[in-house]
Each structure stands twice: as structure tokens, then as C-alpha cells.
């Protein structure tokens, strides 16, 4: 379960399951042709943590492992989990390419059903699309961070406007508002850090580029429970 770093051009309007066999489909054909040893880390994971002293971490959708392993050599202690055997497959062999066995554990798990039965001082999300809303998802993963911990979620801008999805290249379901994320964290004991907008461009393998409009949310945990997202919807 991650983003679509290569940046398909996707209908928007198309309804897309992402579930395993999804996932699988998705990664599958990039790891026999070795493409993703070239993505890079996305800008925001650097910004948001370089205050943060490296301790433990989680990315959850982590897929083939690049925000997992940029983590890694800043010294913290990364659990990437994914739904994808192919992606954790590729960000395995990264992780011993770079030579950071002794920092990194590798989940394959459905995220939306996962019992980890642990938190994370940091857990981090990085275009992840579930099977569930992305909102039950931004949820769920809040309530594995620490007291005291930080939760990082970069998605995909929903615009709620036809004419800038296409620009976009994602379906509907895989994109958010500011607004509703930050409204989950809306709670006593949580403090919203970070909640902006940005438009940036990316170069994939093929040198091809694509505009990105994201979502950048993080918030700090002070032990309250995380409001849910019926509450967060009124």
C-alpha cells in the first residue's frame, strides 16, 4: 500500500479497490524492472524531522522503502510495513545495498486490519491509499504513535474541483482535504504542528514530469485519544 511513484495518469473517475492484488499489480512489473532504485525521497520527511531526536519509527505504507530507509541513516529504528510482497521484496534489497539490516524490520501486512500490538515514537505515511477511507486510515495509524509522539501524513490534495483532478492524475477516492485531516487532530491532547499545502514537480525514471499537489499534516501526541471521524466530519 503506498503512493504511485512512477505517476501513471490514472481516470480519477475510475473506482480502484486498493487492495493486495492491486498493490501487487502495481509493483510487481516495476521490481523485474528494477525501476525503483531511483525514487527519490519526497521533501517533506526531511522538513518535518529534522527537530525530532531519531528514536523509533514506523512508515506505514512504506513500499519499496525510500522514506524507510532515509529515516535509517539518520538513525532511527524503522519498521516499514506494506500489502505488497513485491515492494517489500525491492526495499529489502535497498536495505542491504545501503547496509542498514540492523535498523530496519520489514512487515508484510494489510494496515487497515494490522494489530501491531506496539507504538512508535514517529509514525509517518506517505501517499498511502487503503482499502478503507483515507480518514479511517490517518486514524488508525494516529493511534500508534507514543504519548509524546509525532504523526507525519503526506497525501494527495483533494481540490474537490473536476477540472484539478485531472491535473492530479489520482482517483478520487486516494485524495484528501486540509481541512479533514487536520480536523482529526482537533482533540485535547493532540497539537497540530504542520497543516499546509504545496505544489511541486517530480521527474520519473522515464524523465518524464508530473505536478503534484500534496497535503502536509503533523501533530503531536499527548496522550488523548485521537477524536474519530464521524466527530471530525460535524
Aim: hydrophobic residues 35%; charged residues 25%; aromatic residues 6%.
Amino acid at each position: 500500500m503506498e503512493h504511485q511513484h512512477e505517476h501513471e495518469s490514472p481516470d480519477p473517475h475510475d473506482h480502484h479497490a486498493f487492495d493486495r492484488d492491486y498493490w501487487e499489480e502495481h509493483w510487481a512489473p516495476k521490481a523485474r524492472r528494477n525501476m525503483q532504485g531511483d525514487v527519490p525521497v519526497h521533501p517533506y520527511v526531511e522538513e518535518e524531522t529534522r527537530d525530532l531526536e531519531p528514536a523509533t519509527a514506523l512508515d506505514a505504507g512504506c513500499g519499496t522503502g525510500s522514506e524507510a530507509i532515509w529515516l535509517a541513516r539518520q538513525g532511527w529504528q524503522v519498521t516499514g510495513a506494506d500489502i505488497s510482497t513485491s515492494a517489500l521484496a525491492t526495499a529489502h534489497n535497498r536495505e542491504r545495498e545501503a547496509g542498514l539490516d540492523d535498523r530496519l524490520t520489514w512487515v508484510e501486512t494489510d494496515l487497515t486490519t494490522w494489530d501491531p500490538g506496539l507504538r512508535w515514537d514517529l509514525v509517518v505515511t506517505n501517499y498511502a491509499h487503503p482499502a478503507t477511507t483515507q480518514l479511517a486510515f490517518y486514524q488508525r495509524i494516529a493511534g500508534w504513535v507514543v504519548p509524546g509522539g509525532t504523526v507525519l501524513i503526506v497525501g494527495h490534495l483533494d481540490a474537490q474541483d473536476d477540472a484539478a483532478v485531472g491535473t492530479h492524475e489520482h482517483p478520487r477516492e486516494a485524495m484528501v482535504t486540509l481541512s479533514d485531516i487536520a480536523a482529526l487532530f482537533a482533540a485535547p491532547g493532540w497539537t497540530l504542528q504542520t497543516a499546509r499545502e504545496n505544489v511541486r514537480r517530480v521527474t520519473a525514471p522515464d524523465g518524464s514530469e508530473t505536478v503534484l499537489h500534496d497535503v502536509i499534516v503533523r501533530a503531536r501526541h499527548a496522550g488523548e485519544e485521537l477524536r474519530s471521524t464521524r466527530d471530525a466530519g460535524r
